[in-house]
């Protein structure tokens, strides 16, 4: 059972820590990796080429030889609707084997410190919103993304139980829906704003007349920029408080539809806007309750317009280059 109460630990600093960000390549693993630029500390890295976070002793191997002080997982098999859709093995085995590997090789090794990054996802399908930490477990899942949420489930059951039996001090982090750099842009894979961003400049630069985006437009999601999440992990990690469980979100809501007809304005595509409904839509809400965080004096920079912005602004100058090479 996760405790509401917060209670007070010894303040932690990253000064002169070793810290291994595994799955550094990521959208959330790269944003990590800048963030912790700002802080004293030797950042670790390792290619997927050289280890295979599924393989247990491939994984107890690294961690022994590394002895990092500090682990922060942002290693996942993440994808939007339709990739969770068609690959539920992929993201429940993939998803599991990396965290039961990672934290009994953590706690085998004595690492000090584990931020494990969870997913909105965890919650019940038709959670009260806000959703706040408490909807854990509470009722049935979204069924498009049940794979993935039952392996994070289980990740953070298991770094309770790790803490309980075995003192591995764990931050378990439940991130909204994010954006931002080194997002994924795979038509069938992405999540939605990368996916518009791409349908939308393809329209354009053809003159298609219509765009159809998935679903009915009723959704209604909460995006929070990926830089906000690094800096909220830092935060968390630094901060005194002992919060076992905590969401981190933007409070940024919008309709499916207000954000196909926002994308189509920051890419400047003026055709017809197309809802197929034959696709499905998921969770009809996820907006994280964060007043947990709030309450300690954090708070996101990035507001979605800018935010978008950016990331379309990259996009187009990775599409460039690539074409010039
Ligand atoms: O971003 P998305 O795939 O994630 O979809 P979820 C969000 C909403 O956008 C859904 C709609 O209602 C989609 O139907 N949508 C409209 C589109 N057009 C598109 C499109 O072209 N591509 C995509 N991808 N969506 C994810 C989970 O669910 O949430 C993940 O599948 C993860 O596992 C993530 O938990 C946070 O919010 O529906």
């Keep these: 059972m996760i405790s509401s109460a917060i209670s007070v630990s010894e303040p932690f600093s990253f000064k002169d820590k070793r810290v291994w960000v595994a799955g550094h390549t990521g959208m959330v693993g790269s944003a990590l990796v800048r963030r912790l630029r700002q ?44 990739a969770n859709a068609a690959s539920p093995v992929d993201f429940l085995y993939i998803n599991t084997m990396i965290a039961m590997n990672i934290m009994a090789a953590a706690a085998h090794a004595g690492v000090g410190k584990l931020l494990w990054m969870g997913s909105s996802c965890i919650y019940p399908k038709f959670a009260a919103q806000p959703i706040d930490e408490h909807a854990l477990l509470t009722g049935p899942l979204e069924p498009t993304n049940e794979a993935y949420a039952i392996a994070k489930i289980a990740a953070l059951k298991l770094a309770e139980a790790y803490a309980r039996q075995y003192g591995l001090s764990s931050l378990l982090v439940m991130p909204t829906n994010l954006y931002g750099q080194n997002d994924n842009f795979d038509p069938q894979a992405s999540h939605v704003i990368p996916a518009m961003l791409r349908k ?10 219509t765009v159809s985006v998935w679903g009915t437009g009723n959704p209604l999601r909460e995006f929070l920029h990926v830089d906000d999440l690094a800096d909220a992990c830092c935060f968390l990690m630094k901060s005194e408080a002992n919060l076992p469980l905590t969401n981190v979100g933007s409070g940024d809501e919008i309709s499916i539809r207000d954000l196909a007809y926002l994308v189509a304005d920051i890419v400047g595509y003026r055709g017809e806007i197309l809802f197929d409904t034959s696709k499905p839509d998921g969770a009809p809400r996820k907006l994280l309750n964060c007043s947990r965080l709030a309450s300690l004096g954090w708070k996101p920079k990035v507001n979605l317009r800018s935010g978008i912005d950016e990331l379309y602004t990259r996009w187009r100058a990775s599409v460039r280059q690539f074409e010039q090479s």
């Design 200 to 209: 939308m400049h393809e329209a354009k630069s053809s003159g298609a007349e």
């Design 39 to 82: 802080e004293d500390c030797e950042i670790l890295t390792v290619s997927r080429k050289q280890l295979d976070l599924t393989r247990q002793s491939e994984t107890e191997t690294w961690i022994e030889y590394l002895r990092p002080d500090v682990i922060l997982v942002a290693a996942a098999k993440v994808g939007g609707i339709a």
